[in-house]
């Protein structure tokens, strides 16, 4: 585990905000909102290099921390070592995770296993650990993120379908649980959403790239800034009355026929 500095100032702060994977894509997008609008945001991943280059990109009000969530018994130092040089954690984003396409057959259990493992359990422990420092002040936000393959079936990503559909439900129950104690918890399930990869992907597959666009009323791709944008409302006061939400930001594609 290692940091980039730490803040110069530990008297009133803004609010703080934990992202993992927010080294890139909608994790840095999200990181990138947060710095925008002020709030302190440590950036969690398993590569270092990436995320001293988002640093760099993001400026002084972001800091990072290299950990690998998929080993769940780092956490609690990880969690404790930010809450010691922040003071606080105010937004945590579970952003980090990881997809494998294989035949449904072909899938070995230490596959699927360690899919739900950087999925699941470590958005479980992670969660744990801050909201443990939450629960003192009584307040807190909470945001997941979901996928599409929760919302419907889709051949090829048996594993990673199952651990979105068990964030969906972590999220509910985690709302219900922690909004008595002030800790509000949402998820937020992105549609196909712009980078070169998804691009590239989509532009070499004429049949999928017509299912894709014909099933999405908007007609096009969104923006990875589209998820920043609903994880800073949110995160926010302005959804301070909303929480076991699970928001698809997708241009209409889960509703799509």
Do not use: W
């Not at 947060?34 to 988002?54: C, M, P, S, Y």
């Not at 997809?99 to 992670?126: A, C, G, H, L, R």
């Amino acid at each position: 585990m290692s940091s980039k500095n730490t803040p110069a100032d530990s008297g009133d702060r803004n609010k703080v905000a934990i992202v993992t994977g927010g080294g890139s894509g909608l994790g840095f997008a999200i990181a990138e909102k947060f710095v925008q609008n002020g709030i302190t945001t440590i950036i969690v991943g398993r590569d270092e290099q990436k995320l001293k280059t988002a640093k760099e990109q993001l400026g002084e009000n972001c800091f990072y921390k290299s950990c690998d969530l998929s080993a769940l018994s780092t956490i609690p130092a990880l969690i404790e070592n930010i809450i010691a040089e922040f003071g606080q954690v105010d937004i945590l984003v579970n952003n980090a995770g990881i997809n494998m396409k294989k035949e449904f057959t072909e899938v070995t259990d230490e596959e699927f296993q360690s899919v739900i493992s950087t999925n699941v359990s470590s958005v479980f422990s992670i969660s744990r650990e801050v909201v443990k420092n939450m629960l003192q002040k009584k307040s807190g936000c909470i945001i997941n993120i979901s996928s599409m393959a929760a919302q419907y079936g889709l051949p090829k990503v048996i594993a990673y379908s199952a651990s979105k559909t068990a964030i969906d439900g972590m999220t509910r129950a985690m709302a219900v649980e922690l909004s008595p104690m002030g800790i509000r918890v949402n998820a937020i399930a992105p549609g196909f959403i712009y980078s070169a990869m998804t691009d590239k992907a989509l532009n070499s597959d004429p049949e999928r790239k017509a299912k894709v666009f014909g099933r999405t009323p908007m007609g096009h791709m969104g923006q990875p800034a589209d998820i920043g944008e609903a994880a800073l409302f949110l995160a926010g006061d302005g959804a301070k009355y909303i929480t076991g939400v699970v928001l698809p930001v997708d241009g209409g594609n889960s509703i799509g026929f």
